[in-house]
């Protein structure tokens, strides 16, 4: 268990972090531009969870020994994560409701107003596509579902990393 403790003071652990949140980030793109696939509201959110985790893995590998890095970023990527998880499963339940007055889908992303990601960069933030819709769909799961496991995945690795620290009585 030592040794997964040890991992957030390897610079390469928070740099595999990051690579897989910019793979991701780079597949929805191309998901988006490619495959013409448009993103919703919900996608967008989702999205921005990723760009938590690829800061995280930033922050993380700038200087892993230092606490306040990793504090910085171990907060940042279980926020990230958890959170992504949670959309992604909302997502779902809205994809899965038959009722169509049941949800609604906003337009525009509820950034904060001194930060309005949608209008400084429409290309990356701005919501096209309508959150019911199902448009793709690997080994019979969609796309939110699929972004449910990830998340999951990085919320499972984050919580066995952070749970190894404390049993092993480092600090974070």
Request: with cysteine; net charge negative.
């Amino acid at each position: 268990m030592s040794w997964l403790a040890e991992l957030a003071n390897k610079r390469t652990p928070w740099v595999l972090l990051a690579l897989t949140a910019l793979a991701f980030e780079i597949t929805a793109l191309f998901f988006q531009y490619s495959m013409g696939l448009e993103p919703c509201i919900m996608c967008i959110y989702q999205r921005t969870a990723m760009l938590g985790l690829l800061a995280a893995g930033i922050i993380g590998a700038i200087n892993p020994h230092a606490v306040t890095c990793r504090l910085i970023a171990f907060a940042t990527w279980g926020i990230s994560a958890i959170w992504g998880y949670f959309i992604a499963k909302e997502h779902i339940a809205m994809q899965n409701n038959t009722d169509p007055f049941a949800f609604s889908c906003a337009f525009e992303p509820n950034f904060p107003s001194f930060m309005p990601l949608h209008e400084w960069i429409p290309h990356f933030f701005a919501a096209t596509g309508d959150c019911g819709n199902i448009d793709w769909q690997f080994a019979s799961m969609s796309m939110p579902a699929w972004m449910e496991v990830i998340f999951a995945a990085y919320s499972i690795v984050f919580v066995g990393v952070l749970a190894s620290r404390l049993l092993v009585k480092k600090s974070l």
